[in-house]
Nanobody, 131 residues
Framework: QVRLVESGGGSVQARGSLRLSCVIS????????MAWFRQAPGKEREWVAA??????????YYTDSVKGRFTISQDTAKNTLYLKMNSLKPEDTAMYHC??????????????????????WGQGTQVTVSP
């Protein structure tokens, strides 16, 4: 059974930092395409960042509002996806979800920014940034 379990959320002041983790399990073959989305109250779920795992390297993609502040990465040995968030702003406040899909290739992953592009999801971890 595929499971994605997020952790690391919390409450911080603006300009603070957090690192989110997502432990991924249950796949026969580890998914190459993984992503972070976020959803603020009353808003649609928004794509934040994605990572594609090649044989010896990775490719990462970010929405414009987090470029230069957030970093997506993974630890293969721990089956864990991370999102390091620096210089947090109040507008980053949201529930953050990790997502994965074992069927997306590199090209598809680079364009997968809709929630419906991903098959598997975690329950989310809340991030609250105060002014």
């Amino acid at each position: 059974q595929v499971r994605l379990v997020e952790s690391g959320g919390g409450s911080v002041q603006a300009r603070g930092s957090l690192r989110l983790s997502c432990v991924i399990s249950g796949y026969t073959y580890s998914p190459r395409c993984m992503a972070w989305f976020r959803q603020a109250p009353g808003k649609e779920r928004e794509w934040v960042a994605a990572l594609y795992v090649h044989t010896y390297t990775t490719s990462s993609y970010y929405t414009d509002s987090v470029k230069g502040r957030f970093t997506i990465s993974q630890d293969t040995a721990k089956n864990t996806l991370y999102l390091k968030m620096n210089s947090l702003k109040p507008e980053d406040t949201a529930m953050y979800h990790c997502a994965a899909d074992g069927q997306l290739d590199w090209d598809q992953c680079s364009r997968a920014i809709r929630p419906t592009d991903y098959r598997d999801w975690g329950q989310g971890t809340q991030v609250t940034v105060s002014p």
